[in-house]
Nanobody
Framework: QVQLVESGGGSVQPGGSLRLSCAAS????????MGWYRQTPGKQRELVAA???????NYADSVKGRFTISRDNAKDTVHLRMDSLKPEDTAVYYC????????????WGQGTQVTVSA
């Protein structure tokens, strides 16, 4: 079972930036596909960005050009750099790890709140 711990959430004004981090343990990190999801009250959790074990990146259309996902296999960590933040980016952000597709079964972190408001 993979354990995931997120950090880096907080409050920021529109146009600002935040960097989320997710530290993994309990598995060989370089074999994991990693992703960041977000969820707001009353809505389904949505995939924001994913990075495969070979480094391929994918982004939701709503964040393309503003968010960047990266991984550091030496530190068993995945990051999400969020720039040009908008109020609609406000959500709880979750890190996910999966041996198979990121859309399938995996392990979740506890979530970190991101609030974008003036």
């Amino acid at each position: 079972q993979v354990q995931l711990v997120e950090s880096g959430g907080g409050s920021v004004q529109p146009g600002g930036s935040l960097r989320l981090s997710c530290a993994a343990s309990g598995a060989i990190f370089s074999l994991l596909n990693m992703g960041w999801y977000r969820q707001t009250p009353g809505k389904q959790r949505e995939l924001v960005a994913a990075i495969s074990r070979d480094g391929s990146e994918n982004y939701a259309d709503s964040v393309k050009g503003r968010f960047t996902i990266s991984r550091d296999n030496a530190k068993d960590t995945v990051h999400l750099r969020m720039d040009s933040l908008k109020p609609e980016d406000t959500a709880v952000y979750y890190c996910k790890a999966a041996i198979g597709t990121i859309h399938g079964y995996g392990s979740w972190g506890q979530g970190t709140q991101v609030t974008v408001s003036a």
